[in-house]
């Protein structure tokens, strides 16, 4: 079961950036610049920690336990604040007391120079740790493993959740990457049809 609190259907983009881009001044202010800076530093922080703990600390556990700390710090700030903050979204699961999983999104809505900075952060970090994933698991460091995995499971699910959040829930989400996807090439379609005029 899928409880949202806004009704609106519309289309919508991952990054919001894009469509206001026609509409932003210049000055761009950030409306929330402890939250941006706290949205990226423990990110950031345990990627840093990871590919450099073996420069700074002889301890496998030491540098363990940091990283984990860093991501899960992470975890919380991105889920319960800066989510919030930067582009109005909230998710959560629940569990009745059936035993049943209800997803509960919560969307406001915000138009703020924040969102690329919040899809960004919350994509491209995801996205290195499964590059560490597999560099590790080739590299055979199996002590490490842990570690990467451990960074996998939670900045994604906090992409799984936004991104589902983003979309309202009601799509999937390979319809939602196939509407952006479709919606990308026929832009690009239309840019190249009047360069050529």
């Known amino acids: 079961m899928l409880r949202l609190t806004d009704d609106n259907d519309e289309d919508v983009s991952l990054f919001d950036a894009e469509e206001d881009s026609g509409q932003k001044s210049k000055k761009s202010n950030l409306k929330h610049p402890v939250a941006s800076f706290f949205h990226l530093f423990f990110r950031v922080t345990a990627i840093c920690a990871y590919l450099l703990c073996g420069f700074w600390s002889s301890s496998f556990i030491a540098c363990m336990v940091t990283i984990i700390l860093l991501l899960s710090c992470d975890f919380w700030t991105v889920k319960n604040i800066t989510g919030r903050l930067m582009v109005g979204l909230r998710w959560w699961n629940q569990v009745d007391d059936n035993g049943e999983n209800h997803w509960v999104l919560r969307k406001q809505q915000t ?87």
Request: contains cysteine; charged residues 15%.
């Open 111 to 197: 138009g703020n120079s924040e969102s690329r900075i919040f899809w960004l952060g919350l994509v491209v970090c995801p996205v290195l740790w499964v590059v560490f994933f597999f560099s590790t698991l080739f590299s055979f460091e199996i002590k490490w493993l842990a570690v990467v995995i451990m960074g996998v499971v939670l900045q994604g699910a906090n992409l799984y959740g936004y991104v589902r959040c983003k979309a309202g829930g009601k799509t999937s989400l390979k319809n939602m990457a196939t509407n952006y996807l479709g919606r990308q090439f026929s832009q690009t379609g239309a840019v190249s049809k009047t360069e050529e005029m």
